[in-house]
C-alpha cells in the first residue's frame, strides 16, 4: 500500500512540478521538450512578465474577494440549512431533505440556470458569482450528519436553560463541528478559487472576472497566435507558454498553503456520517 500511494502521489504531483520547472526555464528548452525533471536556464523572467501582465492583479483581487466573501455565504447557508434539516422537530423534514438530496442528480441544466440569472437581472454582478452558488448539496449532507452526530442531551439542557435556536447553533453545534466546517469551508474554497466556468459566462466586464478567466483568456490566445508564440530563440528569457506556467504557479500558490492547516480535520470531516450508530 505505502508502494501504491507514493506512485499515485508521484503521478498526481508530477504535471504540478513539471509545469514548476518550466515556468522556471528557458523557453528554448520548453519548446524542445528537453524540460523534464529539472530547471534548464534558471530564471525569473516569465514571473516577472507574469506581474506585468494587464489586469493580472485585478482579477487576483477579484479572486480572493470571490473565494473570502463567497465561502462566507457557502458556510452561512450550508451551516443554518443543515443544523435545520438534522433536527428530528422540523416539520416536513423528510420532505425537505428528499428535495435538497434530489438536486445532487437531477438539476435545471446550464442554459435554463444562465435565463434565470438573466431574469433576475444578475448578469455581469458580482452577487451573481458570490450568491448564485450558495449551496453544495455534498457539503450540506456532510454538515447535516456532523450536527446529527451531536448528542441530543446537550440541546435539551440547553433549552432547558432558556437558549434558543439561534443560540443552541451558534455556541454548541458550530463550536462542536471543527472538523466538518474545516472540510467544507476547504471544499468551497477550492471551488471558488478554481472556478471560472459561471464567471465566464456570466462576467463581461473585465474588471470583475477572477484570475482563473484571465488565464483562460491567456491560453485561448496563446492558441489563437500560435505562430507568433513559437517564434523563441535561444536568448528568449520567456515565452507565452512559460508565462502561463508562471501564472498557473501564481494561482495555485494560496491553496497550497491553506491546505495543510486544514489536513488534520479532512479524515474527521469528510467519513463522517460513513458509520450510522
Known amino acids: 500500500m505505502t508502494v501504491v500511494g507514493v506512485i499515485i502521489s508521484i503521478v498526481a504531483l508530477y504535471p504540478i512540478f513539471y509545469v514548476l520547472i518550466a515556468s522556471l526555464s528557458k523557453p ?5 521538450g528537453d524540460v523534464m525533471f529539472w530547471f534548464k536556464g534558471f530564471n525569473f523572467e516569465s514571473y516577472k ?5 494587464d489586469g493580472i492583479w485585478i482579477a487576483y ?8 466573501a463567497g465561502v462566507f455565504v457557502n458556510m452561512l447557508f ?8 438534522s433536527r428530528e422537530r422540523l416539520i416536513f423534514r423528510k420532505f425537505f431533505t428528499l428535495m ?22 444578475l448578469l455581469d454582478t458580482r452577487t451573481a458569482i458570490i450568491v448564485g452558488f450558495a449551496i453544495n448539496t455534498y457539503n450540506l ?21 432558556g437558549a434558543n435556536n439561534l443560540k443552541i447553533f451558534s455556541r454548541i453545534f458550530l463550536p462542536l463541528s471543527k472538523p466538518a466546517l474545516a472540510t467544507v469551508g476547504m471544499f468551497y474554497a477550492v471551488t471558488r478559487w478554481n ?11 473585465d474588471n470583475k472576472v477572477p484570475l482563473q478567466v484571465l488565464l483562460k483568456k491567456l491560453i485561448v490566445d496563446k492558441v489563437a497566435n500560435e505562430t507568433e508564440a513559437a517564434i523563441v530563440t535561444a536568448n528568449s528569457l520567456f515565452s507565452p507558454t512559460t508565462v502561463i ?14 491546505y495543510p492547516f486544514v489536513q488534520k480535520y479532512f479524515k474527521k470531516g469528510a467519513t463522517v456520517g460513513a458509520v450510522k450508530g
Open 245 to 258: 506556467y508562471a501564472i498557473i504557479i501564481i494561482a495555485i500558490i494560496p491553496m497550497m498553503i491553506a
Open 195 to 205: 472556478g471560472y466556468f459561471w464567471a465566464m459566462n456570466l462576467l463581461q466586464d
Open 78 to 85: 450550508t451551516t443554518t440549512m443543515a443544523y435545520a434539516l
Open 28 to 32: 528554448i528548452f520548453v519548446e524542445n
Open 100 to 121: 435538497a438530496i434530489f438536486t445532487m442528480w437531477f438539476n435545471a441544466g446550464m442554459i435554463p440556470l444562465y435565463m434565470t440569472f438573466k431574469d433576475f437581472n
Open 141 to 161: 449532507v456532510i454538515m447535516k450528519s456532523f450536527f446529527e452526530q451531536i448528542p441530543k442531551s446537550l440541546e435539551e439542557a440547553a433549552f432547558i436553560d
Open 49 to 53: 512578465q507574469a506581474f506585468m501582465k
Open 61 to 68: 483581487g477579484n479572486t480572493i474577494f470571490y473565494t473570502v
